[in-house]
């Protein structure tokens, strides 16, 4: 039985859907009465590995989590110190997440020390075994993490594949839950209001950081489909640029595309998400590499259909023809893709949707958790 357990991963004041991931989870922690705490990162990543404008959140603390910053990635001293402090208090459960190498020696060194007491299990809860950019010693330090695990929990068959790769300890496959932290839906006509965007436009929207791997230029390519442009569909980049803009802006004023194009290159509060999203018509997901997806549950989260590519796992969730389009990940089929949709209309998919985020709730997961730790 788990009475006390402790996530290490990122939360407040870091900022994004992994600090939102991690927080939810602790909540739902607690309200199963199992003493719950996240250690998060008082130094996550060295700023010249943060390709963004600030690791931190401007919103206040979540209420009812108990977060206690105190890991710094690149202090051994720190780490052997979180570690015997996990040892002296012996949580029966310690969750930890994993998404990049980087973290490995500081998470694994952390673990090393707090399994010492012969009491604590620890299950590794994955987005990402292997990175989407890859750095050289990544193998090494993935390597060197794991074997301080007893588990895994894999959010896609996809990687669960890549955790095999590294080590054959038991591995629990249960799907994203569907974040709930951006409030209720508004309607699209209020949504447009807040953003001053027309009300008739048909509009599609890209959501979240912008990282090569995600295929934006695929998307800009397909923007250019004959039909899009008959339809007057329109593109809405609504995230932070990890990567040079350069390119992209280029490209849209090579394709001819600015009129077609709107852009807000910035971090989007959970608070303010509801207008981006329910603006649109359809989200667009048109990955050139993935493992799973924090956008698919926010779309199942404001009932919005989606196109996504047949990458990684993120079809693994969006049933074709059910809830959204798969296609595969060229330019060509992304602008198919599109126009059947609108040919569709998002009535058509809107009852499966509701239907299918049935299954992607916070109980599910937090029972996956408990059921493993029983295993081990």
Known sequence: ??????????????????????????????KQGIQTRIDTFSLQYPSFLFPGTSQYSSDPAPQNVNINVCINSINPFNWIRIGLKLYREKPELII?????????????TILYIAK??????????????????????????????????????????????????????????????????????ISKQLARENLGLPQNDKIILFFGYIRKYKGLDLLLHAMDNESIRKMNIKLMIVGEFYDDEAPYLSLISTLGLQEQVIVYANYIPDAEVKNYVCSADFIIQPYKTATQSGVTPMAYHFEKPMLVTNVGGLADTVPHMSVGIVVEPNAEAIGKGIVNLYELGADNFIPNIIEEKKKYTWTQMTEKFLALYQQL
């Open 116 to 185: 010492r007491n012969k009491h604590t299990k620890v299950i590794s809860i994955v987005d990402n075994m292997i990175p989407h950019e890859k750095r050289m010693g990544d193998h090494l330090f993935t390597n060197y993490f794991s074997k301080m695990v007893d588990g895994f929990i894999a959010m896609s068959e996809k990687v669960k594949s890549d955790i095999r790769l590294f080590s054959h300890k038991p591995i629990t496959v249960t799907p994203h839950p569907i974040f709930n932290q951006f409030g209720n839906s």
């Open 96 to 108: 930890v997440r994993y998404w990049i190498p980087f973290l490995a020696p500081c998470l694994g």
């Open 1 to 30: 039985m788990v009475n006390k357990l402790v996530i290490i991963g990122p939360a407040w004041p870091l900022r994004g859907g992994l600090s939102a991931f991690d927080e939810t989870l602790a909540t739902h922690f607690t």
